[in-house]
């Protein structure tokens, strides 16, 4: 086992240890299919709990979304995310003429499943925000991956937005049934659509 094999062996523990988080899957079963899951998204620990949620199977070809500006921060933070959780780098700052989706597409086109987070950024209002265009342009783009909505709930307390130590808590995530866009549906009905699809999920 390698130093990055055992390093993620280890964080899946830590956060089932913190959150004792289990995966639900209410909608479709944790099969080794093309997959973009998005979720709701308020803490950086996020897409560290779906990675945990997923069998073992399924991580080693499900890559996180990362902010290249904070995930390249450090070195450590840089050997994390590249070697462990294998993540996509976006650029949150970036010119007139990058395509912010070139790295999801790239992943995509190899065959990964990505963990994604359609509000592009983070929130501490109970319901998400309005998501941004970009998931709806990867299901036009790619109609044979399964989008997979997903909520995280609780994960708030546990690593609030601008505190660095996480609190145990119980936290879950929810998998529902994946969409797909449909043959004349437009960008605004879709990702209201998939908004919706997400807060189904939240439990009541």
Same mark, same amino acid.
């Given at each position: 086992?390698?130093?990055?094999?055992?390093?993620?062996? /280890?964080? !899946? +523990?830590?956060?089932?240890?913190?959150?004792?988080?289990?995966?639900?899957?209410?909608?479709?079963?944790?099969?080794?299919?093309?997959?973009?899951?998005?979720?709701?998204?308020?803490?950086?620990?996020?897409?560290?709990?779906?990675?945990?949620?997923?069998?073992?199977?399924?991580?080693?070809?499900?890559?996180?979304? !990362?902010?290249?500006?904070?995930?390249?921060?450090?070195?450590?933070?840089?050997? +994390?995310?590249?070697?462990?959780?294998?993540?996509?780098?976006?650029?949150?700052?970036?010119?007139?003429?990058?395509?912010?989706?070139?790295?999801?597409?790239?992943?995509?086109?190899?065959?990964?499943? /990505?963990?994604?987070?359609?509000?592009?950024?983070?929130?501490?209002?109970?319901?998400?925000?309005?998501?941004?265009?970009? %998931?709806?342009? %990867? !299901?036009?783009?790619?109609?044979?991956?399964?989008?997979?909505?997903?909520?995280?709930?609780?994960?708030?307390?546990?690593?609030?937005?601008?505190?660095?130590?996480?609190?145990?808590? +119980?936290?879950?995530?929810?998998?529902?049934?994946?969409?797909?866009?449909?043959?004349?549906?437009?960008?605004?009905?879709? /990702?209201?659509? !998939?908004?919706?699809?997400?807060?189904? +999920?939240?439990?009541?």
């Amino acid at each position: 086992m390698s130093l990055a094999d055992l390093m993620g062996y /280890l964080l !899946a +523990l830590v956060a089932r240890l913190i959150t004792g988080t289990q995966g639900h899957w209410k909608g479709c079963p944790p099969t080794a299919e093309q997959r973009i899951y998005f979720a709701n998204h308020q803490s950086h620990f996020d897409w560290v709990l779906i990675w945990a949620a997923l069998p073992k199977d399924l991580r080693a070809t499900t890559r996180p979304i !990362a902010a290249r500006d904070y995930w390249t921060a450090t070195p450590f933070k840089r050997w +994390l995310t590249r070697e462990v959780f294998n993540a996509v780098y976006v650029a949150r700052q970036r010119s007139d003429d990058q395509d912010p989706l070139e790295p999801l597409v790239e992943a995509l086109q190899h065959g990964d499943s /990505l963990v994604i987070f359609p509000e592009g950024t983070r929130s501490n209002q109970g319901e998400p925000q309005s998501f941004k265009s970009g %998931l709806y342009h %990867l !299901a036009r783009q790619f109609p044979q991956v399964q989008q997979v909505p997903a909520w995280i709930d609780n994960v708030q307390r546990v690593m609030p937005k601008g505190e660095v130590v996480p609190v145990p808590i +119980l936290c879950t995530v929810t998998f529902g049934a994946p969409l797909h866009l449909g043959v004349d549906e437009d960008k605004h009905d879709f /990702l209201e659509r !998939a908004r919706a699809a997400v807060l189904a +999920l939240r439990p009541r």
